[in-house]
């Protein structure tokens, strides 16, 4: 099982950067891909983006390449999202799943667990 912990949401300005982490507890952290969705209030939940077990694939929503990166630190059992040129339509609460082996990791139903999210809101 594996438990996580969003966090580095906030407050920010359109064009504005933040860095969101993802704590994950258990020894078996490096064995899970992982990923980032967010939602916005009356919309569903998205992908973001998401990272392989060992780092050496990510993969993006088309509307997040180049502004946002996908990074893990399987020492720390943390995974990063770091967004650039905010925009006000990425507010949403951002989400961090978990899985072994999704078959789609842009698919909100092929991760098994998911963090309480944190909030990003960026003013126009």
């Known amino acids: 099982q594996v438990q996580l912990v969003e966090s580095g949401g906030g407050l920010v300005q359109a064009g504005g950067s933040l860095r969101l982490s993802c704590a994950a507890s258990?020894?078996?952290?490096?064995?899970?891909?992982m990923g980032w969705f967010r939602q916005a209030p009356g919309k569903e939940r998205e992908f973001v983006a998401a990272i392989s077990w060992s780092g050496g694939s990510t993969y993006y929503a088309d509307s997040m390449k180049g502004r946002f990166t996908i990074s893990r630190h399987n020492a720390k059992n943390t995974v990063y999202l770091q967004m650039n040129s905010l925009k006000p339509e990425d507010t949403a609460v951002y989400y961090c799943?978990?899985?072994?082996?999704?078959?789609?990791?842009?698919?909100?139903?092929?991760?098994?667990?998911w963090g309480q999210g944190t909030q990003v809101t960026v003013s126009s």
């Open positions: 258990g020894r078996t952290f490096s064995s899970y891909a």
């Open positions: 799943p978990a899985d072994l082996d999704p078959s789609d990791y842009s698919e909100r139903y092929h991760y098994d667990y």
